[in-house]
Nanobody, 119 residues
C-alpha cells in the first residue's frame, strides 16, 4: 500500500510563494495519477491540480497561472509550486495518488499540510 507524506506548508504573506512536496512510497509511482486538493474551514474539499503518469497537467480555474504541479519520478515526489498567493488560498492541502489496476481503482490520501496566507 502506497503512503504519501506532504510537506512544505506554512504561513506566508499575500503575494508570496510556497512549494509543497508529496513523497510517495512504492516502486510504481511513475504509474500514478497525482492530485493536489485543498479544504478550507467550512468548505468542501476541492481539486486544485492534476498531473498524469505522462506528465499532462490540469488546474482549477482559481489557481491557473499561479500554481504549477510537477513530478519527479526518480524521487517518487510530486510538487505544487504556489506563487502570487492570496488569502483565499488558505486551506489544508492534500495530495492524492490514483492507480488503475486491472481490477480496481486505488486512491490514497496524504495527511495534509496547512497553508495560511495572511493579508
Amino acid at each position: 500500500q502506497v503512503q504519501l507524506v506532504e510537506s512544505g506548508g506554512g504561513l506566508v504573506q499575500a503575494g508570496g510563494s510556497l512549494r509543497l512536496s508529496c513523497a510517495a512510497s512504492g516502486s510504481i509511482f511513475r504509474l500514478y495519477v497525482m492530485n493536489w486538493y485543498r479544504q478550507a474551514p467550512g468548505k468542501q474539499r476541492e481539486l486544485v491540480a492534476t498531473i498524469t503518469s505522462r506528465g499532462s497537467t490540469d488546474y482549477a480555474e482559481s489557481v491557473k497561472g499561479r500554481f504549477t504541479i510537477s513530478r519527479d519520478n526518480a524521487k517518487n515526489t510530486v510538487y505544487l509550486q504556489m506563487n502570487s498567493l492570496k488569502p483565499e488560498d488558505t486551506a489544508v492541502y492534500y495530495c492524492k495518488s490514483r492507480y488503475y489496476s486491472d481490477y480496481d481503482t486505488i486512491d490514497v490520501w496524504g495527511q495534509g499540510t496547512q497553508v495560511t496566507v495572511s493579508s
